[in-house]
């Protein structure tokens, strides 16, 4: 019998940017397996002369004048962030590893 | 005067207002009052602001007072789905991860109810961003079914099926990726209908999957169903996906349907729904007494195949998380919602991500991981192969019928305190409708020995969504059972 794929969870979370604690790895990698599993069929998929869906359904393309809009002010569009700045910037904290060091 | 809130429906409070029999504002007391007798059993709300729909409600009197009401139902409230924005309102999607978040739009659809006078009011529970099919993942936890109360309402639109089922409000706004509005309804002893895909815009729905993502209205009868779809549908420039043509006179035309509508319709039967090991008896029995309920009025019913059927789920599975994970990259605790202290942006990343509940972050890292070089083509691309055949096959059946009828869940509703499982096989009957944006709607048919509901499926054809109302409608007037309204 094919041995079942196994996938990294740890490898996964970094990917998709979520924190997981020590615990939270072991228990989602059993489950991450068991939904891999349940989708393992998907891979013995033999169609190869059917075209992928990539939208169920259209009534067309919809057009419009390549003119800008203004849906939001500047205010509304600040208005959530967390951490704002002179009413003009989101705020975050330092995103180089050091001074003058490019990672 | 007092009014029984739980036989009210739309159309009964518009006839009730335009007679004068009581006011926007009697009305607003009457669902506040009631609210406040079973919402603490019910617990289907996230929040709700009652001196803020009471100043709504004067609104509409007033502008009834003057003779400018903006349509017959100016001044009747509905819950919204706490994943739908209203301008004003929090809007969570029952998550931790934005929780304070307050959108600085409207929904269209909210745009749309809003121009017809409907009050959107209180933000119904859901399970976290629209995945899970219990309403038992939300951040402001669980809400009980109506029906009894050690069971859970379905999901993730179970807060909107619960306050309806409940009659806490006469209907609400609900969103369906995969039976979300469809498998509640079912539970709760009320109608779900999700429309044909693009029929109600999604701007302004906080987007889950979105090839397979559908607003649409949770009620007390398919009159109900029909007025509110012909309130919120229509073309919107801000949707791409959104169909051309409008559903304007849909509501009289449903109105207008009598049982004579089902002579000679032809209702298909599919054999990999009825024959499938999971269906529970009481699921099965509700089917097979409306089969014989169509027969006895007319209808023809024919058998037919479905057998790509039994890898849909899976392919269900694979799209709607590899969908979902691109869409919720958005949630940064950076831009708007709760935000995780971290040293660095990367940090702030992880740890407000992390926030998560175990239930989303599952199914996030699922479909990372089904996008990735190493799966794309098996999982996601093969998916997307099945769904090609599926929707031929729905093709081909809907030459040969014109509506199709199912079981809504294989099951009853599971207890609230049973420990959550990995249970794909609650949306088998669901997620085929959505993979092939065929309009669907699931009918209260029966009530239990126990006393629980039963809900039944009527499935038609991309853009039939007004034929597929017509139906329920002649399908409601023979019913034998005419009321589903819960001991509470």
Redesign the interface.
């Known amino acids: 019998m094919e041995q079942a794929r196994r996938?990294d969870?740890r490898h996964?979370?970094k990917?998709?940017?979520?924190?997981?604690?020590p615990e939270?790895e072991k228990?989602?990698q059993g489950?991450?397996d068991?939904?891999?599993e349940?989708?393992e069929?998907?891979?013995r998929?033999n169609?190869p002369n059917?075209?992928?869906?990539?939208?169920?359904?259209?009534?067309?393309?919809?057009w419009?004048e390549d003119d800008p809009q203004v849906?939001?002010s500047r205010e509304?569009?600040l208005?959530?962030?967390?951490?704002t700045e002179d009413d003009e910037y989101?705020k975050?904290?330092?995103?180089l590893?050091e001074e003058g060091m490019m990672q | 005067m007092s009014v029984d809130v739980k036989r009210l429906t739309i159309h009964q409070i518009a006839d009730d207002l335009a007679a004068g029999k009581y006011s926007c504002v009697e009305l607003a007391q009457f669902y506040l009052e009631r609210i406040q007798q079973v919402e603490p059993l019910v617990h289907a709300f996230c929040k709700y602001d009652g001196k803020d729909l009471l100043r709504k409600a004067a609104e509409a009197d007033a502008r009834r007072a003057a003779g400018k009401q903006l349509s017959p139902y100016d001044g009747i409230l509905l819950g919204m789905k706490d994943n739908i924005s209203v301008k004003g309102q929090s809007c969570s999607c029952a998550s931790q991860t934005l929780l304070g978040y307050n959108p600085p739009f409207n929904a269209t659809l909210v745009t749309c109810l809003e121009s017809k006078g409907f009050i959107p009011f209180g933000r119904m529970n859901m399970d976290e961003f629209a995945m899970g099919s219990t309403t038992r993942s939300s951040v402001y936890g669980p809400t009980s079914n109506p029906w009894g109360l050690e069971y859970f309402p379905g999901g993730s639109s179970g807060g909107s099926a619960a306050a309806v089922g409940a009659a806490e409000l006469p209907a609400a706004i609900g969103s369906d990726t995969g039976g979300s509005i469809r498998q509640p309804a079912a539970f709760c002893g009320v109608y779900g209908l999700k429309p044909t895909y693009g029929r109600v815009s999604r701007y302004g729905i906080a987007a889950m999957a979105s090839s397979l993502d559908q607003g649409g209205p949770l009620t007390r009868d398919v009159i109900d169903a029909a007025i509110l779809l012909e309130s919120m549908s229509g073309f919107d420039p801000l949707d791409a996906m959104t169909l051309h043509d409008s559903l304007t006179g849909l509501a009289d035309a449903v109105k207008n349907t009598d049982a004579g509508f089902l002579k000679g319709l032809r209702v298909g039967l599919v054999k990999e729904y009825m024959n499938w090991s999971e269906l529970e008896p009481a699921c099965r029995k509700a089917v097979e007494n409306a089969v014989e309920l169509l027969k006895s009025h007319g209808a023809e019913i024919i058998e037919v195949d479905l057998p790509t059927t039994l890898l849909a789920t899976q392919a269900y599975f694979a799209i709607m998380m590899a969908e979902a994970s691109t869409n919720l990259e958005r949630i940064d605790g950076i831009r708007y919602g709760s935000q995780e202290p971290g040293k660095r942006l990367n940090d702030i990343y992880l740890n407000s991500r992390g926030k998560f509940g175990e239930n989303t972050k599952l199914r996030l890292l699922a479909g990372t991981l089904i996008i990735t070089k190493q799966c794309y083509q098996d999982y996601f691309v093969n998916a997307q192969k099945v769904r090609t055949r599926l929707v031929q096959e729905f093709r081909e059946i809907f030459k040969k019928c014109d509506i199709l009828l199912t079981p809504t869940s294989p099951t009853m509703p599971g207890r609230k305190d049973a420990p959550p499982s990995l249970k794909f096989q609650a949306d088998f009957y669901g997620v085929d409708c959505n993979l092939a944006a065929n309009c669907a709607i699931s009918v209260p048919a029966e009530i239990t020995d126990d006393g629980m509901p039963v809900g039944i499926q009527f499935i038609a054809a991309p853009k039939k969504d007004e034929f597929l109302l017509k139906m329920v409608r002649a399908y409601e007037l023979c019913r034998p059972l005419k009321e589903f309204i819960p001991n509470l």
């Open positions: 996938f969870i996964v979370a990917l998709a940017m979520i924190g997981l604690s939270e228990k989602l489950e991450l068991a939904i891999m349940f989708m069929p998907l891979t998929v169609m059917v075209e992928p869906t990539i939208r169920p359904f259209s009534d067309g393309n919809a419009r849906l939001f509304d569009m208005a959530n962030a967390p951490y989101i975050v904290p330092q995103v590893a």
